[in-house]
Nanobody, 116 residues
Framework: QVQLVESGGGLVQPGGSLTLSCATS????????MRWYRQAPGKERELVAT????????NYADSVKGRFTISRDNSKNTVYLHMTSLKPEDTAVYYC?????????WGQGTQVTVSS
């Protein structure tokens, strides 16, 4: 079955960096776009970044543009989110997402906390 497993979250000071990973299995990874979402306490889940199946095109939320980079390694069935210049408002649970046919698949999420 489809599985998405996020890792790499943690506590980081403002201005710091983190790289999240999402390891996938159970589907042909190289055929599908991948997305990172985040959900802060008391807020709706929001789309952070999208990457096409080949990695040739990416899109970002305005709030992270220029600070976050989404990438993928189709040989490892893994998508990454490299986050720099982190701000307290980036604190959230980060989820990777795959939309396969009519279904949306989610990982369990990884907590990112930006605090001094």
């Amino acid at each position: 079955q489809v599985q998405l497993v996020e890792s790499g979250g943690g506590l980081v000071q403002p201005g710091g960096s983190l790289t999240l990973s999402c390891a996938t299995s159970g589907f042909t990874f190289s055929r599908y776009a991948m997305r990172w979402y985040r959900q802060a306490p008391g807020k709706e889940r929001e789309l952070v970044a999208t990457i096409t199946n080949t990695g040739g095109s990416t899109n970002y939320a305005d709030s992270v543009k220029g600070r976050f980079t989404i990438s993928r390694d189709n040989s490892k069935n893994t998508v990454y989110l490299h986050m720099t210049s982190l701000k307290p408002e980036d604190t959230a649970v980060y989820y990777c997402n795959a939309a396969i046919n009519v279904y949306a698949y989610w990982g369990q999420g990884t907590q990112v906390t930006v605090s001094s």
